[in-house]
């Protein structure tokens, strides 16, 4: 049995086989470097080499529910500059969403409303449609802070329909890209596969 197998612990195996790039995991050295990179850095409950130890150490539900992973906003810093070249924001968004596929997530996840607001934008025609967008992260706290956010960049916004950047028609429904359907059978087909892996760990 080699070294690496020997850490192997039942968590990781399941980390290996459901999360993005789950399987470089057992490749992290901690050194620290991508806790050191990261802007978010002191609002992490675990940094992301804590979290890996963790997975290796078996803590399943206590990596599935942290709000760690949810903290990453993808700039990608850990990965520029980790020595191993670790794809640490894939694993971090990977874990948040298989703990919210299986039902660990935490309550409170600091990104998961920006991007679920993205994913129903992008499916519904497969393409993002920018005003819709905009205007669903201005109103995403309620309509009264809505307001006075975009009240608050009235004039960006003017100077983008200027500008030709943003077409007010877009509000009506925006351009499909072409197979809009086709990708909405293929996203439920690769739900359907993933909530059948899931139900292979439970929850």
């Known amino acids: 049995m080699s070294q690496i197998e020997k850490y192997r612990t039942s968590f990781l ?3 290996e086989a459901n999360v993005e790039e ?3 995991v057992k490749m992290c050295m901690q050194c620290g470097v991508c806790a050191g990179s990261c802007p978010m850095g002191p609002y992490w409950e675990h940094p992301p080499q804590e979290i890996f130890m963790m997975i290796r150490a078996g803590k399943r539900e206590e990596v599935l529910s942290s709000t760690s992973m949810w903290m990453c906003t993808s700039c990608y810093n850990c990965i520029a500059r980790c020595p191993r070249g670790l794809p640490i924001t894939h694993i971090m968004h990977g874990l948040a969403h298989y703990g919210k596929r299986i039902g660990l997530a935490p309550k409170e996840q600091p990104t998961a409303k920006f991007a679920q607001k993205f994913w129903d934008n992008l499916t519904a025609k497969g393409r993002v449609n920018e005003l819709k967008l905009g205007l669903a992260l201005y109103f995403i706290d309620g309509f009264g802070q809505g307001v006075q956010n975009a009240l608050a960049a009235k004039d960006l916004g003017l100077s983008m329909v200027k500008a030709g950047r943003m077409n007010p028609m877009e509000i009506l429904g925006g351009h499909s890209c072409k197979g809009a359907g086709d990708i ?8 359907e596969i993933e909530e059948a892996e899931a139900a292979k760990f439970g929850s």
């Open 184 to 191: 909405k059978k293929m996203l439920a087909k690769a739900k």
């Open 22 to 24: 789950g399987h470089w």
């Open 13 to 15: 195996k399941e980390v």
